[in-house]
């Protein structure tokens, strides 16, 4: 059985909640990449600010292996919406700032 979920620490709010393709001729609204916060987080601490998974990690108040998971799982979504022509919304998740 899983443990409790542990609320993850986030800097800030995201200052923008949603990202589209540019839709040359598409009348139909394109598929969502749903991007959590606390992964938001994650994506923005490693990859923008460059910090290590153990800083990071400590940061956002949570075990590494728990980080690296975060991040995996919002690589996946991204890379998807990218690959695929999706809108990613910024949304939910088990977050305090």
């Known amino acids: 059985m899983p443990g409790r979920r542990r609320c993850r620490r986030v800097g800030f709010p995201p ?3 949603s990202f589209r393709p540019a839709a040359a001729g598409r009348v ?3 598929e969502e990449a749903i ?3 606390d992964e938001f987080e994650a994506v923005r601490l490693k990859d923008l600010e460059g910090l290590d998974q153990n800083e990071c990690a400590a940061m ?3 075990s590494q292996p728990t980080f690296h998971r975060l ?3 919002a690589r996946r ?3 998807d919406a990218l690959t695929h022509g999706k809108t990613i919304k ?3 998740g ?3 700032f």
Do not use: Q
């Open 28 to 30: 139909d609204e394109p």
């Open 60 to 62: 956002m108040e949570i």
């Open 94 to 96: 088990n977050y305090r």
């Open 77 to 79: 979504k991204i890379a």
């Open 71 to 73: 991040v995996v799982c």
């Open 35 to 37: 991007l959590s916060v």
């Open 90 to 92: 910024i949304e939910g």
């Open 15 to 17: 200052p923008f909640t």
